[in-house]
């Protein structure tokens, strides 16, 4: 089987395993985590509050790793990076990138899950 771009196939299936109910679950939770933690992001870049803006996308990256989408986490890790050096300029390509990984991210895990029931 050929896996979504964006999946860690050992971290996948180990919470596939847990059952389609669950999995169910976790992609929902993902997807309203995700959108809101990622409007966050662009507001505390917007307001330059570079603290806050690690913070949450270290929280963000964190749920990410859980569900093996390990392209976003290295993603939201550039971006912790980015802002405790109060780069401005990668800041703003980072965040304007964020929209795409998300739905990328939710594709993958939905695309994943339906090839199990397979």
């Known amino acids: 089987m050929s896996l979504p771009k ?12 847990l059952g389609l ?3 169910n679950e976790y992609i929902e939770v993902f997807t309203s985590e995700a ?16 603290e806050q803006l ?24 550039s971006m912790e990076n980015l802002g405790k050096a109060s780069d ?6 980072a965040v304007a990138a964020l929209e795409d990984l998300k739905t990328e991210a ?6 994943y899950r339906d090839a199990q029931a397979d």
């Open 88 to 93: 401005r300029e990668g800041l703003s390509t």
């Open 54 to 77: 690690v913070r949450r996308a270290h929280d963000l990256k964190g749920l990410c790793f859980n569900l093996g989408l390990e392209r976003f986490a290295a993603h939201l890790k």
């Open 6 to 17: 964006l999946l860690n196939e050992e971290v996948t299936v180990s919470r596939y395993e």
């Open 35 to 50: 959108q809101q933690t990622c409007s966050e992001l662009a507001e505390l870049f917007e307001a330059a509050n570079y």
């Open 106 to 111: 939710v594709a993958a895990l939905i695309a």
């Open 21 to 23: 109910d669950f999995f």
